[in-house]
């Protein structure tokens, strides 16, 4: 198992935060075919082999990822399209 952690500083309100955090979600839901829930200000995503969550916190975002065998074999690519959209979302 792989476990992936990627934290993103920004400036955004609340509800811009929550909108970027929803775009993130939306790329990793298309791309591997995840469930997503918010819970709070925490976003969780799941599926066979992945889960994870988003955590919302005033000025930062942090993501936690666990990948499970196979998916762990891609885990850098993975780290890598999920920092870059985040870096894009999350402009501050």
Known sequence: ????????????APEQARAAAQQVAD??????EL??????DVLRFERSGVNGALT????????????GFPIS?????VKAKVAEKMQKVFVY
Do not use: S, Y
Not at 35 to 40: A, E, L, S
């Open 1 to 12: 198992m792989a476990d992936i952690n990627i934290v993103q500083e920004h400036h955004l």
């Open 27 to 32: 790329k990793l839901a298309e791309q591997f």
């Open 35 to 40: 469930t997503c829930r918010w819970d709070g």
């Open 56 to 67: 919302l916190l005033p000025n930062q975002a942090q993501l936690q990822i666990a990948l």
């Open 73 to 77: 074999m891609m885990a850098d690519m």
